[in-house]
């Protein structure tokens, strides 16, 4: 299931990017969507998700407050609002599906996903 995600780019401390996430068929086929991403010399990490059905989305403590995960059911996009942007969010933001309702426990475990976009570097500067 290909996975293109885009929208990143530099951005000043304090700015906004929107990333969106394509996927070749309908996300409702999903039971979770998420957004991870990978700074240098780190390993990849948790952002965000959002469950099918109501399940609710879900965020990483250092990003929650200021991103949205959101899904078009429509145009078979998942999105990422990131708002009051540190220079600390600086990564490479991958995008991930899964056909499955990932429990709570696990919905933060890149191993949880099956699917992977291609990624797409935000820089923030300070």
């Known amino acids: 299931v290909p996975l293109q995600a885009y929208g990143g780019g530099l951005v000043q401390a304090g700015g906004f990017l929107r990333l969106a996430c394509a996927a070749s068929?309908?996300?409702?086929?999903?039971?979770?969507l998420g957004w991870f991403r990978q700074a240098p010399g780190k390993e990849r990490e948790f952002v965000a998700a959002?469950?099918?059905?109501?399940?609710?989305?879900y965020y990483a403590n250092s990003v929650k407050g200021r991103f949205t995960i959101s899904r078009d059911n429509d145009d078979n996009t998942v999105y990422l609002q990131m708002n009051s942007l540190k220079p600390e969010d600086t990564a490479v933001y991958y995008c991930?599906?899964?056909?499955?309702?990932?429990?709570?426990?696990?919905?933060?475990?890149?191993?949880?996903?099956?699917?992977w976009g291609q990624g797409t570097q935000v820089t923030v500067s300070s």
């Open positions: 991930a599906a899964t056909r499955n309702r990932v429990i709570l426990s696990s919905i933060g475990q890149s191993a949880a996903y099956h699917y």
């Open positions: 068929e309908r996300t409702v086929s999903f039971g979770t």
């Open positions: 959002r469950r099918s059905s109501g399940g609710g989305s």
